[in-house]
Nanobody, 123 residues
Framework: QVQLVESGGGLVQAGGSLRLSCAAS????????MGWFRQAPGKEHEFVAV????????YYIDSVKGRFTISRDNAKNTVYLQMNTLQTEDTAVYHC????????????????RGQGTQVTVSS
């Protein structure tokens, strides 16, 4: 069983930046692809980004390409999401996820998810 704990959320003005972190425990971190999902108020969960087990491959949804960067440090069992040029539409609870699936893309399936961290972008 993998436990995931997110941190780094908060309130930021549009155009600003935040860096989310997700610490994993309870499993072999490098066995999992790691990703981020988000859920905005009144909307369904949305896939945001995923990174392969060793960090060589990444995938992003179109709306965050060029603004968000996913990375991982396997020595620290941590995955990150650097978010730049934030927009009000990015306001959501962001959930870290771990999955065995190496089919990286918008339909990537996770096996574990964290409780989430709130990101609020004000205009």
């Amino acid at each position: 069983q993998v436990q995931l704990v997110e941190s780094g959320g908060g309130l930021v003005q549009a155009g600003g930046s935040l860096r989310l972190s997700c610490a994993a425990s309870g499993g072999v971190f490098s066995n999992y692809a790691m990703g981020w999902f988000r859920q905005a108020p009144g909307k369904e969960h949305e896939f945001v980004a995923v990174i392969s087990r060793r960090g060589y491959t990444t995938y992003y949804i179109d709306s965050v390409k060029g603004r968000f960067t996913i990375s991982r440090d396997n020595a620290k069992n941590t995955v990150y999401l650097q978010m730049n040029t934030l927009q009000t539409e990015d306001t959501a609870v962001y959930h870290c996820a771990a999955g065995f699936s190496q089919a990286l893309g918008p339909l990537w399936e996770s096996d574990y998810r964290g409780q989430g961290t709130q990101v609020t972008v004000s205009s």
